[in-house]
């Protein structure tokens, strides 16, 4: 980074401070979104593409959010940049961590709406499951994240920010003056947290082109998964715009049970998704795509299921991922017995794909997407409701009472 020349007065829009909800946000804006913004506020063309790059850098490289710390750019020109500009990532409400270091976030985003984030410490990887919509159209059944209405998308700034603030709270920035470690403590992220992905596709897309700069963040495309329900119009797009690795909500055999559990099926039916995948422009033996698969008791665990599912995706580069279905209080479903998961694997494993079982996590902090979002909310009405005066009582009988 070079010192920058100073910026004159003239140049410069005026120098009052505007109130931070009138000014942008740099976090989620794209180089050519962010150089447009400080082009419109007075930075001369010439200069802004070079101060895009130091800006850059101090806020994803260096994690920082306090632009007077930006040392190699003019005072005068941090303060026009603190005049315009915030540096906002969402406000973390609550915090838990799991027994086995699973780290939960329930986050505060524009409007007092809350969204969560998950981390998932492994011994090779550390991978944070993030949200993408605050509730979800879809109404999976199995889901509990299905059971909260769609309130909308996020933004990319409130994409990229759920990564930060994992960082912020695992230490991950480098020291001031020090360089970026070698290491990840958050080498992957799947976007299979709250919502749809690919229903607020342009958002996740520039979300996931910052995170994959190459001077900032710079996590590769490899090291990110988007999970889909099947949202089929959208599944070549990701792989065009974006080019990270898929997974597909799979979760059933026959469209009479996905209808049920992932009710998107009836738009776009298995022999349709199926289709969009063996056309995925990125599908290739080193770059599988991945079928998530919850192992519900009863429903979908059969061996004639697991046959039927190495049928129907025979030719497809694929793993399988079987997931111990998560309960939560009044789920209509129960988990799969532990006997009939292995056997289930071992039919798919035998057909020549892989077949890992995921280890459920982080059950002692309700890790099942949305299930911290919900508590919090029952939290919240009962102790509305604990304040509220009993029938017949007033103000004045309490502060009697209280005397």
């Not at 909800?21 to 200069?47: C, D, F, S, Y």
């Not at 607020?200 to 710079?218: C, K, L, Q, T, W």
């Not at 798919?348 to 099942?368: C, L």
Request: charged share 25%; net charge positive; with cysteine.
């Amino acid at each position: 980074m070079t010192a920058s020349a100073p910026i004159t007065q003239d140049a410069l829009t005026l120098p009052r401070k505007l109130p931070p909800e009138e000014r942008t946000n740099l976090v989620g804006l794209t180089r050519p979104e962010m150089q447009a913004a400080l082009i419109a506020t007075g930075t001369p063309e010439r200069q802004a593409k070079m101060r895009v790059g130091q800006i850059w850098q101090w806020i994803y490289t260096r994690g920082l959010r306090d632009f007077a710390a930006m040392t190699n750019l003019a005072k005068d020109y941090r303060a026009h940049l603190a005049r315009h500009f915030v540096i906002a990532v969402p406000e973390v409400i609550r915090r838990e961590v799991s027994l086995d270091g699973t780290r939960k976030y329930l986050l505060r985003i524009a409007g007092g709406h809350e969204v969560e984030t998950v981390y998932i410490p492994e011994e090779d990887r550390g991978t944070l499951c993030i949200s993408s919509q605050v509730g979800c159209t879809l109404t999976c059944s199995f889901c509990h994240t299905g059971t909260q209405r769609l309130v909308r998308n996020l933004t990319a700034g409130e994409i990229v920010g759920q990564l930060m603030v994992a960082r912020d709270d695992l230490g991950e920035w480098p020291e001031p003056g020090q360089p970026r470690p070698e290491g990840r403590l958050v080498s992957n992220i799947v976007l299979m947290g709250m919502g749809e992905p690919l229903y607020n596709f342009e958002a996740v897309r520039d979300a996931m082109r910052i995170v994959m700069d190459h001077e900032g963040i710079s996590l590769s495309r490899r090291r990110i998964t988007l999970s889909t329900s099947g949202v089929v119009p959208e599944i070549a797009r990701t792989a065009e715009e974006i080019g990270c690795l898929l997974a597909v909500s799979f979760h059933a055999t026959t469209d009479a049970v996905r209808d049920r559990l992932v009710p998107i099926n009836r738009k776009w039916n298995i022999a349709t998704l199926l289709t969009a995948l063996r056309e995925y422009p990125r599908l290739s033996n080193s770059e599988r795509i991945t079928f998530e698969y919850v192992m519900l008791k009863g429903v979908n665990d059969s061996d004639e299921d697991a046959r039927r599912l190495v049928r129907l995706i025979a030719g497809i580069p694929a793993k399988i991922n079987l997931i111990p279905f998560n309960e939560w209080p009044g789920a209509p479903y129960e988990r799969s017995d532990w006997g009939r998961i292995e056997a289930f694997a071992d039919i798919i494993h035998k057909a020549g794909y892989a077949s890992p079982i995921r280890t459920p996590r982080g059950e002692d902090i309700m890790a099942a997407c949305g299930q911290l979002k919900s508590d919090t909310e029952k939290q919240r009405k009962s102790a509305r409701r604990a304040a509220l005066p009993a029938k017949g009582d007033t103000g004045n009988d309490r502060a009697a009472q209280a005397s």
